[in-house]
């Protein structure tokens, strides 16, 4: 089963070896913000979660996914690029959705809100 993006927070929190204390006074938010992001109730904004993978030194898409919950964020190879971006983009999405999406969703929340979708449509005809 997929680990929840609170559950993933907390893992790398905790392999960090930093405690919910240290890390909400690096994003400035108060300890019990983020005890509800580790245990789903609430979800971080785009600027808290960007400085959170900052003060973890992990990628938002990194995070996001799981995929790479280790790495450090200085990854160059085209397939890890696109995982970046699909990790912003469904950080973005959720926001306006209010639900975490699967990779699929995002990319037609993406696809919606760009206004595309005829020209995808067009390209594939």
Excluded: H
């Amino acid at each position: 089963m997929e680990k929840t993006l609170g559950q993933r927070i907390r893992e790398v929190r905790k392999s960090r070896g930093n405690t919910q204390q240290e890390a909400a006074d690096y994003v400035g938010v108060a300890r019990p913000s983020l005890v509800g992001w580790e245990k789903d109730t609430t979800k971080p904004t785009l600027e808290n979660l960007t400085k959170l993978c900052a003060f973890l030194n992990i990628d938002a898409a990194a995070l996001l996914s799981g995929a790479v919950v280790n790495s450090s964020p200085q990854s160059t190879d085209d397939a890890s690029a696109v995982d970046r971006v699909l990790g912003l983009v469904r950080i973005v999405a959720a926001q306006d959705i209010g639900f975490e999406p699967t990779p699929d969703q995002a990319l037609r929340w993406l696809v919606k809100k760009a206004g595309i979708g005829d020209a995808i449509s067009a390209l594939e005809t």
